[in-house]
């Protein structure tokens, strides 16, 4: 009789080390809130998150789901090899004005827990929209927050008055050189 209590204790306890997965052992978002900032309304803004399979099998989304019917999404359906990247997209509609906060459910295979990610920002009407010059949104990818900073370079040309001096030396340098007369013997006599 304890053998076999031990022996179910020991499936149980073996089962259940397996079972306990979380989400940090197999996968690793780029972020988990991604701010769309302001958009304009009627104008559906994507978003992407990237996932990172950083356990050491093959990992497979099983759902991303939204939570309303205003969000679309979509993601890798193949195994997502260890090291490799996969992705969860999500496109809001921009229907209404005002601020959202729009959460998928993600859920892994081999994982009991679920995870929320989010997208977020600020619908504005048409012409508050193009009050503030807004560009069109661009699909985010990130860890960090966004922030963009424009920068504006100036060249600046200085004119400094230049000055070159010339310095000009003339030597009055004679050479001689002492030039040897050839010696002349005396012509032989002639007889």
């Not at 803004?45 to 099998?57: H, L, M, R, S, W």
């Not at 508050?128 to 860890?143: F, H, I, M, R």
Request: aromatic share 4%.
């Amino acid at each position: 009789m304890k053998k076999l209590l031990f022996s179910v204790l020991a499936v149980s306890l073996a089962t259940f080390a397996v079972a306990q997965k979380t989400i940090k052992d197999v996968a690793k978002l780029n972020s988990e809130t991604i701010d769309l900032g302001k958009v304009k309304v009627g104008n559906p803004q994507p978003a992407q998150f990237i996932v990172t399979n950083v356990g050491t099998e093959p990992l497979i989304i099983e759902t991303a789901s939204p939570t309303c019917g205003c969000t679309i999404s979509d993601y890798t359906k193949s195994p997502i090899e260890p090291g490799k990247t996969g992705f969860i997209s999500a496109t809001y509609n921009a229907a209404n004005i005002g601020h959202f906060d729009k959460v998928l459910t993600v859920k892994f295979a081999g994982v009991n827990e679920t995870m929320p990610i989010k997208i977020t920002g600020d619908v504005l009407s048409a012409e508050d929209y193009d009050k503030q010059g807004n560009a069109s949104s661009q699909l985010v990818k990130t860890e960090e927050p966004v922030k963009i900073t424009t920068a504006t370079t100036t060249a600046v040309t200085t004119k400094t008055p230049v000055t070159k001096t010339t310095k000009t030396t003339t030597k009055n340098t004679a050479k001689t050189t002492k030039v040897k007369k050839p010696a002349t013997t005396p012509a032989p006599a002639t007889k």
